[in-house]
């Protein structure tokens, strides 16, 4: 790995730990841009990267946040699965993405990070007491059209932000497709 990506894969994860970490949170609604480094290091060098700027990003806001907990792992889980499979999408289509596909995998990502999100809380809320059978439902509409008008906003956005980026790392064979 070059020190370039090296050191962007550490900038994505700092950003998330701080997005995540001064994100507005009502009732059982998280309103965060976490996502956005974890979907650039995804987009721009493939799924490892990803998972890693997701995994460590939000590993550390958890931490400072919240400490460790039974469910901490629960916590980190979706934005690390959200940058490998967004990662994996980029790979696949060899990093050449129009941006109906960028929409398309980080629709897909922000979905499957809400999902698990929620199968967390659900999981949390069942261990720590505060379960009702509407605290999960009764918001889960909400939290997705939130998931989905947020990641289309940031899938139009992340071409025009990923195109700069991607001349910085031009001829680094490395790097992939980039």
């Not at 039974?70 to 990662?87: K, Q």
């Not at 509409?141 to 956005?157: D, M, P, S």
Request: charged letters at 10%.
């Amino acid at each position: 790995m070059k020190t370039r990506q090296l050191t962007m894969d550490a900038m994505l994860a700092a950003m998330c730990a701080v997005l995540g970490y001064f994100s507005l949170t009502l009732a059982n609604l998280k309103f965060t841009f976490e996502g956005l480094p974890v979907h650039i290091g995804a987009l721009l060098f493939g799924p490892v990267d990803g998972l890693a700027i997701g995994t460590v990003g939000t590993a550390i806001s958890q931490l400072l946040r919240y400490g460790v907990t039974a469910t901490t792992v629960l916590w980190i889980l979706p934005y690390a699965l959200c940058g490998a499979l967004v990662g994996w999408y980029a790979r696949r289509e060899r990093f050449s993405l129009s941006t109906r596909q960028t929409v398309g995998a980080v629709v897909a990502g922000e979905l499957l990070s809400t999902l698990l999100n929620t199968g967390a809380l659900y999981i949390d809320s069942h261990i720590y007491g505060y379960y009702t059978p509407t605290f999960i439902t009764g918001v889960l509409g909400l939290r997705l059209a939130i998931c989905v008008g947020k990641a289309v906003v940031y899938g139009l956005v992340l071409p025009g932000v990923l195109s700069p980026v991607r001349r910085l790392f031009r001829g680094q064979k490395s790097v992939g497709g980039v």
